[in-house]
């Protein structure tokens, strides 16, 4: 089953090179056909992060892929506790890990399926099934900047 990316995420793929959208995509599809009730949540921030669960839940995802100018990263929220027999995952905080995707082949290197299967795994118990939903949280929606209020003591210039 194919779910065609959501419009908003190709109008905020459209600013990278097409190179970087195109691996995005080739990532997202991927992830899909591995998970494909998995809930997507697509922010739209100083890069496109777009993260996949089965509840929707912050807390319940298992993976996520971010653009960059150069590449894309496929990003495991419990990466630091994932086996790692192909030496790919990067990164030093005390959970997450990533894979750095620079091209095509890279993304569709077999390991890139292990890896998010032993994630999806990891983060919900066989035969969880998602809503399949695409959730769009834009920065731009949440950066509305709220009415100024006066500071206490300040006097109103009417």
């Not at 494909?36 to 892929?65: H, L, N, R």
Request: glycine share 8%; proline share 7%.
């Amino acid at each position: 089953m194919e779910r065609p990316p959501d419009p908003q995420l190709l109008g905020f793929l459209e600013v990278y090179d097409r190179h970087i959208a195109e691996l995005a995509l080739a990532l997202r599809e991927i992830i899909l056909e591995e998970a494909p009730d998995a809930s997507e949540s697509i922010y739209q921030v100083y890069t496109v992060a777009v993260w996949f669960g089965f509840s929707g839940k912050m807390k319940d995802m298992f993976c996520y892929f971010t653009t960059h100018a150069g590449h894309v990263n496929l990003g495991f929220p419990r990466g630091a506790s994932l086996p790692d027999p192909n030496r790919v995952l990067a990164g030093e905080g005390k959970a997450m890990r990533h894979i750095r995707l620079a091209s095509l082949p890279d993304v569709e290197r077999p390991f890139v399926r292990r890896y998010i299967q032993a994630a999806m795994e990891q983060a919900a118990p066989a035969g969880t099934r998602g809503t399949g939903k695409s959730v769009v949280k834009s920065s731009a929606a949440r950066g509305r900047s709220k009415k100024k209020r006066a500071k206490p003591g300040a006097r109103s210039r009417r």
